[in-house]
């Protein structure tokens, strides 16, 4: 097993189930891919910060963003062990999973021809991502109501 951050977040599946919406749900938790070019954050060029959908975890910046031309959004690096890199050999292919460090929920793929420094590209669906526009405050409170209620 995995050494798992001590912040860790765990929930029960039916606990997620009522937190994220259904297309959340099924990227975060059923390892799902949204369809290409259908993702709401995939033109986004605003600067901030893009968190899990799930447990809010900072996980990249605007300004490792880049547009890969593949249909989801794409970055180069990702905030510091913000994610875990997870063998994924479904579908007949070996891929890098990309997982939140902190709640385990599945972001992407990784793969190897991102642009430099790094060469990586983090291919992240839109429905795992929450975004906060830099000097502004977030606008979707659901994280928030969350723990409020
Ligand atoms: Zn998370």
């Known amino acids: 097993m995995d050494e798992q951050p001590k912040s860790k977040i765990t929930k ?3 606990g997620w189930k009522k937190k994220l919406s259904s297309e ?3 990227v975060l938790r ?13 033109y986004n060029k605003k600067k901030g910060i893009y968190m899990c959908a799930a447990c809010g975890n900072k996980l990249f910046s605007s300004n490792k963003k ?5 249909g989801w959004p794409s ?17 007949g ?14 972001l992407g793929h990784m793969f190897d021809d991102g642009p430099k ?7 992240v669906n839109s429905a795992a991502l929450d975004f906060e526009e830099e000097g502004k ?8 109501l969350y723990f409020v209620l």
């Open 30 to 42: 059923q390892c799902g891919t949204e369809p290409a070019f259908t993702g709401n954050l995939l």
């Open 75 to 91: 970055f180069w690096n990702t905030e510091e062990k913000a994610v875990r890199i997870k063998p994924d050999r479904s579908h």
């Open 117 to 123: 420094p790094t060469g990586k590209r983090f291919c």
């Open 66 to 70: 880049y547009d890969s031309g593949t």
């Open 137 to 144: 405050k977030k606008e979707k409170s659901k994280i928030k």
């Open 93 to 106: 292919m070996v891929r890098d999973e990309v997982i939140c460090a902190k709640c385990g929920g599945h």
């Open 24 to 26: 959340q749900y099924s």
């Open 12 to 14: 029960s599946e039916e």
